[in-house]
């Protein structure tokens, strides 16, 4: 079936310091979304983003979060900066209309020291 | 508001057997609801998704589940396993197929 893929797979870095993960949705999606993971929790949703605007998001995507899809390359979400409790798998997922099946990546696993 | 209880953390049956996974939901309005699995360092895949008609759903691999509203109930079955249906299970409801929301997921192991 359709893939999503992410980068990196693992990424680890210091509290404070800015990481950017990168997704790359299937070729003809259009909707785009984050979920985070922390370890032993629900999967629970960040946000989605449609035509270049963020649609939708929860109370856990806080103001040092941000997502982009520049010139239509990969869709990132970036958080600037990290802290401690940002550690968990961030999943990418993307669906070609609104109330399309959502394909989910293989996740981003990013433990912040 | 949508929530999901998956009451099994893990379920453990031998080849060939049955299985039934548990799934409660909770939802304001005529839920989406899913099922996904997880096979290790792979992204979720989708078994099977009802919105409305049939209360029973067919997926893929001969997995199927089952709507009912007055149990608020959807779980997921499947006639006989195979040692590679082995992954985590997750149970998933939205409002509009746009936000999620999963439950805990649970771990089955299917035993030679």
């Known amino acids: 079936g359709p893939k999503v893929l992410q980068i990196p797979s693992h990424q680890i870095i210091d509290m404070g310091q800015m990481v950017t993960l990168n997704c790359d949705p299937v070729?003809?999606?259009?909707?785009f979304y984050w979920y985070k993971q922390i370890l032993g929790q629900q999967m629970e949703f960040l946000v989605n983003f449609y035509n270049g605007k963020v649609m939708e998001k929860s109370k856990l995507f806080k103001d040092q979060f941000s997502v982009e899809r520049p010139d239509g390359s990969y869709f990132t979400l970036k958080i600037q900066p990290t802290a401690l409790e940002d550690s968990a798998v961030y999943f990418c997922?993307?669906?070609?209309?609104?109330?399309?099946?959502?394909?989910f990546g293989p996740g981003t696993r990013l433990l912040v020291l | 508001a949508q929530s999901v209880t998956q009451p099994d953390a893990r379920v453990t049956v031998s080849e060939g057997a049955s299985l039934q996974l548990r799934c409660k939901y909770s939802?304001?309005?005529?839920?989406?609801l899913f099922w996904y699995v997880q096979y290790p360092r792979q992204g979720l895949q989708l078994l099977l998704k009802y919105y409305s008609g049939d209360p029973v759903v067919q997926g893929v691999n001969g997995f199927e589940a089952e709507f009912s509203k007055s149990n608020s109930s959807f779980h997921l079955r499947k006639a006989s396993v195979h040692w590679s249906d082995s992954a985590v299970y997750f149970c998933a409801v939205s409002n509009n197929n746009n936000r999620i929301f999963f439950g805990d997921g649970t771990q089955l192991v299917v035993k030679p």
């Open positions: 939802s304001s309005v005529t839920p989406y």
């Open positions: 070729s003809n999606h259009l909707y």
């Open positions: 997922a993307s669906s070609l209309g609104a109330e399309d099946t959502q394909y």
